[in-house]
């Protein structure tokens, strides 16, 4: 186990990269601590593969340095960096049975026959594998296969850090959630850290406790799920999170507070505004919004009840504001005005929180 | 370790290369010289053989028509033989797997047993003589191979990307042409490769079922064998042509053969 | 491995490859077979043989002799041909312009008419004039491919194995690069060592490819004609006689048309065995 550090890398796939879009991964410095669950989350193409295999050394960074503790491993291969890694396809070999394929690794950095038997036995039985231990890994079922890819970097028993690249995508949608909770539990038993690559908000929200939100090749928030929900420091975290997503309105700075369909926005926290030509705007969940006597008139567009609540869309001007209605309350006839929670609502300048 | 493996490619392609370059060393030289004395390099270098072959109209339309039935097969071929493998690969159903076998049979067969049959069987439907005849006579052969080689290649694909892209919720012929044809696109190439490649120099058929309208190169060819003998430089000359169409498929297809498995987000 | 689904909307899948294949097989076979069961003496009368012509075939000395040098060619063809192909693709490179370059100049030998195969040949390995026969006789040799059986055996395995090897390159290369990379990095942060990579990855991996390859190159070459018969003729005497050549020697040379379809029926038949056999062998394995 160990600390994981990534000192100012970042990464190219071209050989020359000229400008921004040549860089998949931007300049970052994160640190993973010993034991954590992480997700790593963002859309296709956001650059969480690549940073997952820096970490792993399957990639060597165009600059930076990784740190596993106090060691410089950046030039060190896989093999040598004691780490496993699940990926999106199951890779078993097939050739061999369930037992061996687990043995493999072991068998690799030869270890004792009597140590190898033991452990393949301990893990099997961690991932209810231990019946299937003669058969042939071509075999099994998809969830299966993945265990045993699961298996073979467990079964080692100086692992810093367990890797899985969207280790869910191909298994069957009842059994996502077996997997899952499966891996949640081996965390806490093996308490290794571990780092979960995914596109989807409710795999990374459940099984993290720190998420690392990425947008085009750059960090753009570490936290809790609960964190991230509440107090989105980019307005991609608040787009990508929550379904709906956050409501993102243009505004301006007026006498040191926000300023948006005319009326003076309240906010909890102080504004750190830089005087320049950035982009303004203000961000709201639907959540915290709600009908109020005093706020912005808006025109109700449409209304999808979806249970518990209902999903309001309104209009003011050109502008959509979603909001969430419990199903206790009403619509207001007319005259409908909204306002926004201050202790949640956040003013952006080119994306990133101000305030 | 990586110095030692470029050894063994630079070698093989040197021995192919040795007979190829002797076919061009012959193509330049006159038939006498070829056969009267050894020489690493044309003594009388003449161009007379490509000219002849450039100039008549017997030779150079031979390639035309070569090229015309060629291509026409390749893609039915490649065409039909996709969905098929794509069922083979993916579906079980009634007879699939002595359907399969069935199919291979026919690239068992020697063309010789089926000269006299297709000439006979091609004449009745007034296709003598056509392009289209021979590219049709040659599905007998091509298309097994392409079925059996896109469905070699189709197995290796895991049958959950399939799903994975109907939960996304692809219309069945968007999902085969952008997502999963890519993934097996070594074996297309290889495929349309070898279909035109056997087509191309199958010459029974192609003599058989023609006669002067789709004359094929191949059967020009066999002209040389005159009674004044073997004309070896017009027949290495027009070897050495042969070579080139298939040298731009095979150029043409490179990145398909070579593409790795990307297995790319769905 | 791949689980398949129960669906007969799979007919409609394979109606083009069957009705196309089907027009060019069926009809002409029936002819084939026809031909085999019967006696004509020309001028299209035919008389009923039943299986007589097979008996002869059968019983036939020379039709044992041609079977043997093929069998025994076949052999030492697949022997040569199937381990230098892989060896070959698993060295070629992935990126870069050599693999443009290596795929394009493997590939020529392919493209080549075979009776400019078999004529260039013929030149190349003559003692006095070709270049190869001119090197050979220079190291020390005696050779003659014309007049020894032995350097005739020699020139056309060399030819064949000029001539096809790159077929088992090109499909075993293909088959490599459909390999994901996942199973390498995996292997990597496994430990395993390169020998460990081609038994358990790349090897399990290509055998599809390599039957399809192996099951090829046997077909092709059982029924080889052309090439040998513009090298060698079949000889010296018949020392490469193999029996296509044979077949047609005597189909063509002596108008017997019924011991040739019968000779040619066998000869299917013989081919539809082996291939069944190894196919059934490679589909089984595949499925336990």
């Given at each position: 186990?160990?600390?994981?550090?990534?000192?100012?890398?970042?990464?190219?796939?071209?050989?020359?990269?000229?400008?921004?879009?040549?860089?998949?991964?931007?300049?970052?410095?994160?640190?993973?601590?010993?034991?954590?669950?992480y997700?790593?989350l963002?859309?296709?193409?956001?650059?969480?593969?690549?940073?997952?295999?820096?970490?792993?050394?399957?990639?060597?960074?165009?600059?930076?340095?990784?740190?596993?503790?106090?060691?410089?491993?950046?030039?060190?291969?896989?093999?040598?960096?004691?780490?496993?890694?699940?990926?999106?396809?199951?890779?078993?070999?097939?050739?061999?049975?369930?037992?061996?394929?687990?043995?493999?690794?072991?068998?690799?950095?030869?270890?004792?026959?009597?140590?190898?038997?033991?452990?393949?036995?301990?893990?099997?039985?961690?991932?209810?594998?231990?019946?299937?231990?003669?058969?042939?890994?071509?075999?099994?079922?998809?969830?299966?296969?993945?265990?045993?890819?699961?298996?073979?970097?467990?079964?080692?028993?100086?692992?810093?850090?367990?890797?899985?690249?969207?280790?869910?995508?191909?298994?069957?949608?009842?059994?996502?959630?077996?997997?899952?909770?499966?891996?949640?539990?081996?965390?806490?038993?093996?308490?290794?850290?571990?780092?979960?690559?995914?596109?989807?908000?409710t795999?990374?929200?459940?099984?993290?406790?720190?998420v690392?939100?990425?947008?085009?090749?750059?960090?753009?928030?570490i936290?809790?799920?609960?964190?991230?929900?509440?107090r989105?420091?980019?307005?991609?975290?608040?787009?990508?999170i929550?379904?709906?997503?956050?409501?993102?309105?243009?505004?301006?700075i007026?006498?040191?507070?926000?300023?948006?369909g005319?009326?003076?926005?309240?906010?909890?926290?102080?504004?750190?505004?830089?005087?320049?030509?950035?982009?303004?705007?203000?961000?709201?969940?639907?959540?915290?919004?709600?009908?109020?006597?005093?706020?912005?008139?808006?025109?109700i567009?449409?209304?999808?009840?979806?249970?518990?609540?209902?999903?309001?869309?309104?209009?003011?001007?050109?502008?959509?504001?979603?909001?969430?209605?419990?199903?206790?309350?009403?619509?207001?006839s007319?005259?409908a005005?909204?306002?926004?929670?201050?202790?949640h609502?956040q003013?952006?300048?080119?994306?990133?929180?101000?305030? | 370790?990586?110095?030692?493996?470029?050894?063994?490619?630079?070698?093989?392609?040197?021995f192919?290369?040795?007979?190829?370059?002797?076919?061009?060393?012959?193509?330049?030289?006159?038939?006498?010289?070829i056969?009267?004395t050894?020489?690493?390099?044309?003594q009388?270098?003449?161009?007379?053989?490509?000219?002849?072959?450039?100039?008549?109209?017997?030779?150079?339309?031979g390639?035309?028509?070569?090229?015309?039935?060629?291509?026409?097969?390749?893609?039915?071929?490649?065409?039909?033989?996709?969905?098929?493998?794509y069922?083979?690969?993916?579906?079980?159903?009634l007879?699939?797997?002595?359907?399969?076998?069935?199919?291979?049979?026919?690239?068992?067969?020697?063309?010789?047993?089926?000269?006299?049959?297709?000439?006979?069987l091609?004449?009745?439907?007034?296709?003598?003589?056509?392009?289209?005849?021979?590219?049709?006579?040659?599905?007998?052969f091509?298309?097994?191979?392409?079925?059996?080689?896109?469905?070699?290649?189709?197995?290796?694909?895991?049958?959950?990307?399939?799903?994975?892209?109907?939960?996304?919720?692809?219309?069945?012929?968007?999902?085969?042409?952008k997502?999963?044809?890519?993934?097996?696109?070594a074996?297309?190439?290889?495929?349309?490769?070898?279909?035109?490649?056997?087509?191309?120099?199958?010459?029974?058929?192609?003599?058989?079922?023609?006669?002067?309208?789709?004359?094929?190169?191949?059967?020009?060819?066999?002209?040389t064998?005159?009674?004044?003998?073997?004309?070896?430089?017009?027949?290495?000359?027009?070897g050495?042509?042969?070579?080139?169409?298939?040298?731009?498929v095979?150029?043409?297809?490179?990145?398909?053969?070579?593409?790795?498995?990307?297995?790319?987000?769905? | 491995?791949?689980?398949?689904?129960?669906?007969?909307?799979?007919?409609?899948?394979?109606?083009?490859?069957?009705?196309?294949?089907?027009?060019?097989?069926?009809?002409?076979?029936?002819?084939v077979?026809?031909?085999?069961?019967?006696?004509?003496?020309?001028?299209?009368?035919?008389?009923?043989?039943?299986?007589?012509?097979?008996?002869?075939?059968?019983q036939?000395?020379?039709?044992?002799?041609?079977?043997?040098?093929?069998?025994?060619?076949t052999?030492?063809?697949?022997?040569?041909?199937?381990?230098?192909?892989?060896?070959?693709?698993?060295?070629?490179?992935?990126r870069?312009?050599?693999?443009?370059?290596?795929?394009?100049?493997?590939?020529?030998?392919?493209?080549?008419?075979?009776?400019?195969?078999?004529?260039?040949?013929?030149?190349?390995?003559?003692?006095?004039?070709g270049?190869?026969?001119?090197?050979?006789?220079?190291?020390?040799?005696?050779?003659?491919?014309?007049?020894?059986?032995?350097?005739?055996?020699?020139?056309?395995?060399?030819?064949?194995v000029?001539?096809?090897?790159s077929?088992?390159?090109?499909?075993?290369?293909?088959?490599?690069?459909?390999?994901?990379?996942?199973?390498?990095?995996?292997?990597?942060?496994?430990?395993?060592?390169?020998?460990?990579?081609?038994?358990?990855?790349?090897?399990?991996?290509?055998?599809?490819?390599l039957t399809?390859?192996?099951?090829?190159?046997?077909?092709?070459?059982?029924?080889?004609?052309?090439?040998?018969?513009?090298?060698?003729?079949?000889?010296?005497?018949?020392?490469?006689?193999?029996?296509?050549?044979?077949?047609?020697?005597?189909?063509?040379?002596?108008?017997?048309?019924g011991?040739?379809?019968?000779?040619?029926?066998?000869?299917?038949?013989?081919?539809?065995?082996?291939?069944?056999?190894?196919?059934?062998?490679?589909?089984?394995?595949?499925?336990?």
């Open positions: 186990m160990s600390r994981i550090s990534l000192r100012d890398v970042r990464h190219s796939y071209v050989k020359d990269p000229q400008g921004d879009e040549d860089w998949a991964l931007k300049t970052m410095s994160v640190d993973w601590s010993d034991g954590g669950a997700a790593l963002g859309p296709s193409g956001c650059g969480k593969t690549t940073l997952l295999n820096i970490i792993s050394g399957l990639l060597t960074p165009t600059a930076g340095r990784v740190w596993f503790d106090d060691e410089d491993v950046t030039d060190t291969p896989p093999d040598q960096r004691n780490i496993a890694q699940v990926f999106q396809f199951p890779v078993v070999y097939d050739t061999m049975t369930v037992y061996d394929n687990l043995a493999f690794p072991l068998r690799n950095r030869g270890v004792a026959a009597p140590d190898i038997d033991a452990k393949v036995r301990e893990i099997a039985a961690m991932l209810d594998l231990g019946d299937m231990l003669p058969s042939r890994a071509a075999g099994l079922t998809a969830d299966g296969k993945q265990k045993i890819s699961l298996g073979r970097g467990l079964v080692r028993p100086d692992v810093n850090v367990i890797m899985f690249d969207e280790p869910l995508t191909v298994i069957d949608p009842h059994l996502k959630w077996l997997l899952r909770s499966k891996l949640k539990e081996l965390h806490q038993q093996l308490g290794t850290t571990m780092i979960y690559v995914t596109h989807d908000q795999e990374a929200l459940t099984f993290a406790d720190q690392v939100v990425m947008h085009e090749g750059t960090v753009v928030q936290g809790t799920p609960v964190e991230l929900f509440e989105p420091q980019h307005t991609f975290v608040g787009h990508f929550g379904s709906p997503g956050m409501n993102v309105l243009p505004c301006r007026d006498g040191g507070k926000p300023h948006f005319g009326q003076a926005i309240p906010i909890e926290h102080a504004l750190a505004h830089r005087d320049g030509d950035e982009r303004l705007e203000i961000g709201v969940r639907p959540e915290f919004v709600k009908f109020d006597k005093e706020g912005i008139p808006v025109d567009v449409k209304v999808s009840d979806v249970g518990r609540f209902s999903i309001v869309e309104t209009r003011h001007g050109e502008h959509v504001i979603k909001l969430l209605l419990p199903e206790d309350e009403a619509l207001p007319e005259d005005r909204i306002h926004f929670d201050p202790a609502t003013v952006y300048a080119d994306g990133w929180m101000v305030n | 370790m990586r110095r030692i493996t470029w050894l063994a490619p630079t070698l093989y392609i040197l192919l290369m040795l007979p190829i370059y002797w076919l061009l060393n012959m193509s330049f030289k006159t038939t006498n010289e056969l009267g050894f020489t690493l390099w044309p009388d270098f003449t161009l007379g053989n490509y000219v002849k072959i450039f100039t008549d109209p017997t030779w150079y339309t390639y035309f028509n070569s090229l015309s039935y060629v291509i026409i097969n390749t893609v039915i071929s490649v065409t039909v033989a996709l969905p098929a493998a069922a083979f690969s993916r579906f079980r159903f007879g699939d797997k002595h359907l399969f076998f069935w199919l291979l049979t026919n690239r068992m067969a020697p063309p010789a047993v089926f000269a006299l049959p297709f000439f006979q091609y004449s009745a439907v007034n296709l003598f003589d056509t392009h289209i005849a021979v590219a049709l006579a040659h599905c007998l091509n298309i097994p191979l392409a079925v059996w080689i896109l469905e070699g290649f189709m197995s290796g694909v895991p049958k959950e990307l399939d799903e994975t892209a109907y939960v996304d919720g692809y219309p069945f012929w968007r999902f085969f042409v997502i999963f044809m890519p993934t097996i696109a074996g297309i190439g290889v495929a349309a490769f070898f279909c035109f490649m056997f087509s191309w120099v199958e010459l029974l058929l192609a003599k058989t079922l023609t006669s002067v309208a789709a004359k094929p190169i191949a059967a020009t060819m066999t002209r064998a005159s009674t004044a003998g073997y004309e070896l430089g017009l027949l290495a000359a027009a050495t042509l042969t070579i080139i169409p298939g040298a731009f095979i150029y043409f297809v490179r990145n398909y053969i070579a593409k790795g498995f990307a297995l790319g987000r769905v | 491995m791949n689980a398949k689904t129960s669906n007969q909307k799979g007919w409609l899948f394979v109606l083009p490859v069957v009705i196309l294949v089907a027009f060019n097989a069926l009809i002409p076979l029936m002819t077979v026809n031909y085999s069961v019967q006696e004509t003496f020309g001028d299209n009368i035919f008389f009923w043989e039943g299986v007589k012509w097979y008996e002869d075939v059968l036939s000395e020379r039709f044992h002799a041609s079977l043997i040098r093929q069998l025994f060619f052999s030492v063809i697949l022997l040569i041909e199937v381990p230098l192909g892989v060896a070959i693709a698993l060295a070629m490179p992935r870069g312009i050599w693999v443009s370059v290596c795929l394009v100049l493997m590939a020529l030998p392919l493209l080549i008419p075979w009776n400019v195969v078999g004529a260039m040949w013929n030149i190349f390995a003559l003692p006095d004039i270049l190869l026969g001119r090197i050979i006789n220079g190291m020390g040799f005696d050779y003659n491919f014309t007049q020894q059986p032995f350097a005739a055996w020699f020139t056309t395995i060399l030819m064949d000029w001539h096809w090897t077929l088992v390159v090109l499909l075993a290369y293909a088959g490599l690069r459909s390999i994901p990379d996942a199973y390498y990095q995996a292997a990597k942060i496994d430990g395993a060592s390169p020998w460990a990579v081609f038994r358990y990855i790349q090897l399990p991996k290509m055998k599809r490819v399809i390859a192996i099951l090829l190159r046997f077909m092709d070459s059982f029924m080889i004609y052309t090439e040998p018969f513009v090298l060698t003729g079949g000889g010296p005497g018949n020392a490469t006689t193999f029996l296509s050549i044979d077949l047609v020697k005597i189909a063509l040379g002596q108008f017997d048309l011991p040739a379809a019968a000779m040619s029926l066998i000869y299917f038949l013989i081919v539809l065995l082996v291939c069944w056999v190894f196919y059934t062998l490679m589909m089984r394995s595949e499925q336990s």
